[in-house]
């Protein structure tokens, strides 16, 4: 699943450079990520020096420093190790979360984004947007609140000693943002996310209780699942 979503993402980013001389994509974190990263990174053919990536979520008031900061693990597990050409990253110990939202916004809506790089939650969301998401709102970054699904999942995967760790407020890029790539690849691997799968993508309705199931009103995404994910699906 992960070398699949990776050979198709290099493919958009060497075409997109080709085409343009440049390529501007956003980029997710988290277990979804792993499998998919690690293949991506490692495809040589990307000339990730004409790239720009945009951060998709970070937790509010965490450090860099902390083992589940996003900027941190981004640095790692992608910018380190292809050294890209532009990053912005998402500032989440920022001293006002909302003017970080607001100076992200006003660089994005500079760029045409070719392609976010995107999972889904346990509970269907979408980056930080948990149900019921804000499908209308027109800000490119949003400080939005957290739900206990969202953060057992953050627990659970490990990246916090304990629940209460876990932020309760985290910066998400919106739903209408990521809406506006030109391309979306969506990998969602484990039985965890199998249910949120099944509600998401089966059948045509498109509901904010299911925030990702508005992938499917995007005419060029690509959803990677595996064994595991896709149980569900009749």
Known sequence: MGKA?????????????????????????????FE????????????????????????????????????????????????LGNVHLIKGDAKSPELECECLGKIIKQKEIDVAFVGIGENGHLAFNDPPADFNTEKAYLVVELDDVCRKQQ??????????????????????????????ICTVPDMRKAQAVKDCFEGQDISAKHPSSILKNHENCFVFLDEKSSIYLK
């Open 5 to 33: 979503a990776a050979e198709k993402a290099a493919r958009i980013l060497i075409d997109t450079i080709k085409k343009k001389g440049e390529a501007t994509f956003i980029a997710a974190t988290g277990a979804s990520q």
């Open 36 to 83: 998919f990263l690690e293949n991506l990174t490692s495809i040589p053919s990307i000339d990730w020096s004409k790239t720009t990536m945009f951060h998709l979520d970070e937790y509010v008031g965490l450090p860099e420093t902390h083992p589940a900061s996003f900027r941190k693990y981004l640095k790692e597990r992608l910018i380190n190790k292809v050294h």
């Open 155 to 184: 627990f659970g995967e490990g990246w916090f000693k304990s629940i209460d760790e876990v932020p309760k407020r985290a910066i998400s890029m919106s739903i209408k943002q990521i809406m506006k790539s030109k391309n979306i």
